[in-house]
Nanobody, 118 residues
Framework: QVQLVESGGGLVQAGGSLRLSCAAS????????MGWFRQAPGKEREFVAS????????YYADSVKGRFTISGDNAKNTVYLQMNSLKPEDTAVYYC???????????WGQGTQVTVSS
């Protein structure tokens, strides 16, 4: 079992940057694949980025590739999402997720709001 707490959301102008953080409880953080999803108003939740438990492989949705970077710090039990060149269409609630077995994302944080103004 792992608990996830996101932070770092807020309001930013288009073209700006934000860094989201996700702090995970427990001593087994390094055994989890970690990721980020987002959900915009009236839209389905969508995958944003993920990082394997080895922290050496990352994956991105096409819509954020080249602008967002996911990273993990096992010493701090924290995963980050650096978001640059933000666009209004990036506006959403961003959720941190964890998975231990390479299947479904088993654990979800409560979400943090990101709003990008034009």
């Amino acid at each position: 079992q792992v608990q996830l707490v996101e932070s770092g959301g807020g309001l930013v102008q288009a073209g700006g940057s934000l860094r989201l953080s996700c702090a995970a409880s427990g001593s087994t953080f390094r055994t989890y694949n970690m990721g980020w999803f987002r959900q915009a108003p009236g839209k389905e939740r969508e995958f944003v980025a993920s990082i394997r438990r080895s922290r050496d492989s990352t994956y991105y949705a096409d819509s954020v590739k080249g602008r967002f970077t996911i990273s993990g710090d096992n010493a701090k039990n924290t995963v980050y999402l650096q978001m640059n060149s933000l666009k209004p269409e990036d506006t959403a609630v961003y959720y941190c997720v964890a998975d231990r077995n390479g299947g479904d994302w088993d654990f979800w944080g409560q979400g943090t709001q990101v709003t990008v103004s034009s």
